[in-house]
T-cell receptor, first 114, second 112 residues
Framework: GAGVSQSPSNKVTEKGKDVELRCDPI?????LYWYRQSLGQGLEFLIY????????KSGLPSDRFSAERTGGSVSTLTIQRTQQEDSAVYLC????????????FGPGTRLTVT | GQQVMQIPQYQHVQEGEDFTTYCNSS?????IQWYKQRPGGHPVFLIQ?????EVKKQKRLTFQFGEAKKNSSLHITATQTTDVGTYFC????????????FGRGTQLTVWP
């Protein structure tokens, strides 16, 4: 079946502009995660959605970052007034109890802020 | 602070040598998962351990979960160039559908 998809795969934006990154999780997965990975670095947790519960936003680095998940499926990560330090690969992952809790990652969106 | 520590950060080995990466948590974990990320790719799930003292094997890879469920290790016997990548451990604290805490990863380079 289809895996996690993300769009766009690459995004180049000017400093100060807003960007929206999209994640389509695996159908039926109740949990959805956003991570950020800078070049050669580990996975930085950003936000986590689980079903209809309030999201865990504890990893969002600033109030310029926000995310929503509509209808328990598609999620959008929005970065307002982008800064150069926002340049990174943004990874989305989904998981489910039925799937054994393992996280399935999407291919990521490479964001470059010029 | 860092919830899950992973060492070493980098490891360079000659093909055929063994490799081990270690993962330590400041708190008890309900499970431990291991992921592999090839250069230019995204993390891919390898295995999950849930029981205290559990050991699992996948061909040349051996995974262990400590008795106290606070540490874990991944051992690769006789590394091959195909083993190149970054290996991440990750664990849940409490609910297994809560946030997954990742270690910073060990980047493995294998010289032919």
């Amino acid at each position: 079946g289809a895996g996690v998809s993300q769009s766009p795969s690459n995004k180049v934006t000017e400093k100060g502009k807003d960007v929206e990154l999209r994640c389509d999780p695996i159908s039926g997965h109740t949990a959805l995660y956003w991570y950020r990975q800078s070049l050669g670095q580990g996975l930085e947790f950003l936000i986590y959605f689980q079903g209809n519960s309030a999201p865990d936003k504890s990893g969002l680095p600033s109030d310029r970052f926000s995310a929503e998940r509509t209808g328990g499926s598609v999620s959008t990560l929005t970065i307002q007034r982008t800064q150069q330090e926002d340049s990174a690969v943004y990874l989305c992952a989904s998981s489910s109890e039925a799937g054994g809790y393992e996280q399935y990652f999407g291919p990521g969106t490479r964001l470059t802020v010029t | 602070g860092q919830q899950v520590m992973q060492i070493p950060q980098y490891q360079h080995v000659q093909e055929g040598e063994d490799f081990t990466t270690y993962c330590n948590s400041s708190t008890t974990l309900s499970n431990i998962q291991w992921y592999k990320q090839r250069p230019g790719g995204h993390p891919v799930f390898l295995i999950q351990l849930v029981k205290s003292g559990e050991v699992k094997k996948q061909k040349r890879l051996t995974f262990q979960f400590g008795e106290a469920k606070k540490n874990s290790s991944l051992h690769i016997t006789a590394t091959q160039t195909t083993d190149v990548g970054t290996y991440f451990c990750a664990g849940h604290r409490g609910s297994t559908l809560g946030r997954l805490y990742f270690g910073r990863g060990t980047q493995l380079t294998v010289w032919p």
